[in-house]
């Protein structure tokens, strides 16, 4: 009898939610003992599974699975919410490799997994949960962990690190959903594919691509570990920059639906609190395209749960000649737009000059608030929230004056308590801080940077 990935000891199920375990068995009956309760359950060609509900949060607990020939026993599971780290490389960034190297303390309840990330060729390294300590958390998502050390919720955490560096939104949704959008498959999906080499040469290329990598990779390991002092992005300076990008093609991990395949439908029945979404960077060139791939990344997620799933979206920092200035308002306006989705924005944690600021404290922080505001009903600071129609922000902000553009044209508006004043009655367009690497002006009593905006009417 074997049960199914990611189902494993140290496991946090999610509370109030239905949890489908399965798995395969060759006898005829798999039982189940959990919390007391036992469940009978047919095999039926080969594949078993058992549902079952949890209200309260707790544990440790054990669970006990039986056949007629096997016997399972799986230990420290916690009841408790878990959560989706999803997006590209500044989620997937490691804590070894931020500049804080660690968390300020350890929380006995928190439970972590990260799935194996898909590349040529691909290892199926089926990584298991595991608790949150000194020693996993070097390996583990920094951005994540500081999110489970600031959530400060007195119940078991689970959070899934699934991401991948230099990887497009439209990675993450499923092929045909991408061939059905008409704006997608003209614009992205389609562009992709434009004259390949053979499947021979693709291979090859792609072969010759990933020796040069790993050996890349080995240095880069090499010299992380003799200058621990050191900042990645020091590092990089010395060592040279990831050879990129990879070979395009079938092989390529960053095919259009490639990771929703691969990595995403790998925990899609595991059931979670929220999705905690960072993205963009790889989109930024084309990011004409990404208010369509972003609103369609969250229908077709929230479809694939069979639930409205609340999305917490972590803005763009700064960065010079990026286009994030674009990106940073579609992330701004599909919130705006899309029910339980919720800003986070990220300045002044960024580095103008490189793309993955070391420091995620600050990051990690913000979101954890979010969540503890949004879904907890905490008085946490948050990223305030701008009521277009009255110029008025939904929480106390510091007075400052604010450097603005109205109908193309250079002001002084100021923040007064809740409100910003402008200088004019009427306007067609009023911005603020639209730039790659916007000076921020406007900032809640807190401390937490308002999103740069441009309003049109």
């Known amino acids: 009898m074997e049960l199914d990935y990611p189902y494993s000891n140290h496991m ?36 078993w599974q058992i549902s079952f509900k949890i209200e309260k949060p707790g544990g440790p607990y054990c669970m006990v699975l039986t056949d007629d020939r096997d016997t399972l026993v799986l230990d420290d599971i916690l009841v408790g919410d878990v959560y989706l780290a999803a997006g590209q490389s500044n989620m997937e960034l490691e804590m070894r490799e931020s500049k804080e190297k660690k968390l300020p303390s350890y929380r006995s309840n928190v439970r972590i997994m990260t799935v194996p990330k898909y590349i040529y060729p691909f290892e199926d390294d089926n990584q298991r949960w595991k ?24 119940i078991p955490i689970g959070i899934i690190s699934n991401n991948k560096g230099g990887t497009s939104a439209s990675c993450w949704i499923e092929e045909e959903v991408l061939k059905s959008n008409n704006v997608l498959k003209e614009n992205v999906y389609d562009p992709y594919y434009d ?14 691509y990933y020796n040069i990598f790993n050996n890349y990779q080995k240095e880069l390991k090499e010299y992380i570990n003799t200058h621990p002092e050191m900042t990645l992005s020091q590092i990089k300076n010395i060592v040279g920059h990831t050879p990129w990008p990879p070979p395009k093609g079938y092989y390529d991990y960053r095919r259009p639906g490639s990771l929703y395949e691969h990595m995403f439908k790998r925990t899609l029945y595991y059931p979670v609190n929220a999705v905690l979404w960072y993205q963009g960077e790889e989109d930024s060139p084309q990011y004409m395209y990404y208010s369509e791939l972003l609103k369609t990344l969250i229908t077709s997620w929230r479809k694939a749960y069979d639930e409205d799933l609340p999305f917490f979206i972590i803005q763009l920092p700064e960065y010079e000649n990026s286009h994030f200035d674009e990106i940073r308002r579609v992330q701004r306006e599909v919130v705006c737009s899309i029910k339980d989705t919720y800003l986070v924005t990220t300045l002044k944690t960024g580095d103008p000059d490189y793309i993955h600021p070391a420091s995620k404290e600050e990051v990690g922080k913000r979101l954890a608030y979010s969540v503890a505001h949004y879904l907890y009903e905490k008085n946490t600071p948050v990223t305030p929230i701008l009521d277009e129609e009255t110029l008025t922000y939904d929480q106390d902000m510091k007075e400052n004056d604010v450097h603005l553009i109205v109908d193309g044209h250079a002001c002084i508006g100021h923040i007064q308590n809740r409100k910003l004043i402008i200088p004019v009655q009427n306007y067609h367009m009023l911005a603020y801080a639209n730039d790659d690497n916007p000076k921020v002006e406007i900032e809640s009593v807190e401390g937490i940077p308002a999103s740069p905006f441009r309003i049109e009417k």
């Open 12 to 47: 946090v199920l999610q509370r109030n939610k239905d949890i489908i375990l399965s798995g395969t068995s060759e006898e005829k009956e798999v039982r189940m003992t959990f919390l007391k309760k036992e469940y009978k359950v047919p095999v039926n060609d080969g594949r």
């Open 131 to 154: 608790e949150l300590n000194e020693e996993t958390v070097s390996s583990f998502s920094a951005v994540a962990s500081f999110f489970s050390y600031y959530l400060d919720e007195d």
């Open 195 to 208: 004259d390949l080499p053979s499947l021979d040469i693709q291979k090859e290329e792609t072969e010759k």
